[in-house]
């Protein structure tokens, strides 16, 4: 089953290939929610390590803390990331949160834990595209965000900041389901904020100053947990 299921996955994956081919592929944000005091959270962290470098994916740790009560606060969750969760779940047909969940663009979920199961989803979401960017170019440079002309579905979309280390970090766990182990996470998320608004017009926004060595990625998100629409990272 196993086998069938790779062969599956590599079958999407060439056929969005295909598809894109005409058009520049859109960036597509895969967002793995995790934490450090969830047992079953390792396989879909390193699922996660697997895609992180892939042409086109833009791939995100954020860590939830709705675990810490097991006996390890997680080093790396924010309340925001738990909220953001949150927020994703009725249009995803779930009755709360859990984990390990991946969303992909905000409009597609699963466990992720299973072997090709993120790349698999990613190479679905790029077939619904048909190889092309639904909402409007994004640019990052001279330290603004500049979002084009486009249809804003809904009349307008979220502009969201988002700072995260780039690569993989080794985290060892002291306490709770995960004691003595060391849990890889690609991308950790760090900070997300919310920037302004785009309802359809060319719009620039400023970028506030990063630190830390942190990347930046810029998420245009129809409102209240909605499909990212566009998104850009540096």
Same mark, same amino acid.
Request: hydrophobic residues 40%; contains cysteine; glycine residues 14%.
């Given at each position: 089953?196993?086998?069938?299921?790779?062969?599956?996955?590599?079958?999407?994956? =060439?056929?969005?290939?295909?598809?894109?081919?005409?058009?520049?592929?859109?960036?597509?944000?895969?967002?793995?929610?995790?934490?450090?005091?969830?047992?079953?959270?390792?396989?879909?962290?390193?699922n996660?390590?697997?895609?992180?470098?892939?042409p086109?994916?833009l791939a995100?740790?954020?860590n939830?803390?709705?675990?810490?009560?097991?006996?390890?606060?997680?080093t790396?969750?924010?309340q925001?990331?738990?909220?953001?969760?949150?927020?994703?779940?009725?249009?995803?047909?779930?009755d709360?949160?859990f984990?390990?969940?991946?969303?992909?663009?905000?409009?597609?979920?699963a466990?992720?834990?299973?072997p090709?199961?993120?790349?698999?989803?990613?190479?679905?979401?790029?077939?619904?595209?048909?190889?092309?960017?639904?909402?409007?170019?994004? =640019?990052?440079a001279?330290?603004?965000?500049?979002?084009?002309?486009?249809? =804003?579905?809904?009349?307008? =979309?979220?502009?969201?900041?988002?700072?995260?280390?780039?690569?993989?970090?080794?985290?060892?766990?002291?306490?709770?389901?995960?004691?003595g182990?060391?849990?890889?996470?690609a991308?950790?998320?760090?900070?997300?904020?919310?920037?302004?608004?785009?309802?359809?017009?060319?719009t620039?926004?400023?970028?506030?100053?990063?630190?830390?060595?942190l990347?930046?990625?810029?998420?245009?998100?129809?409102?209240?947990?909605?499909?990212?629409?566009a998104?850009?990272?540096?």
């Amino acid at each position: 089953m196993l086998g069938k299921a790779l062969l599956a996955g590599a079958a999407l994956i =060439a056929l969005a290939a295909t598809a894109g081919t005409a058009a520049a592929q859109p960036l597509t944000v895969v967002e793995l929610f995790t934490s450090q005091g969830c047992s079953s959270c390792p396989p879909a962290n390193a699922n996660l390590i697997k895609v992180k470098d892939q042409p086109g994916v833009l791939a995100l740790s954020f860590n939830v803390t709705y675990w810490d009560y097991l006996g390890w606060k997680d080093t790396f969750g924010r309340q925001e990331f738990t909220q953001r969760q949150v927020n994703y779940e009725p249009a995803l047909g779930h009755d709360g949160p859990f984990t390990p969940q991946v969303v992909v663009n905000g409009a597609h979920d699963a466990v992720g834990a299973k072997p090709g199961e993120i790349q698999q989803l990613i190479a679905q979401s790029l077939i619904n595209k048909g190889g092309r960017a639904q909402g409007p170019d994004v =640019a990052l440079a001279g330290g603004k965000v500049s979002i084009g002309a486009a249809k =804003a579905p809904g009349g307008a =979309a979220d502009v969201w900041l988002v700072r995260y280390r780039r690569g993989v970090v080794e985290v060892p766990v002291a306490r709770g389901e995960n004691t003595g182990r060391t849990l890889p996470h690609a991308n950790v998320v760090h900070s997300l904020e919310k920037l302004g608004r785009w309802n359809g017009q060319a719009t620039t926004l400023p970028l506030p100053k990063g630190g830390d060595g942190l990347s930046t990625a810029v998420l245009v998100q129809s409102p209240g947990g909605g499909p990212i629409l566009a998104a850009a990272a540096n």
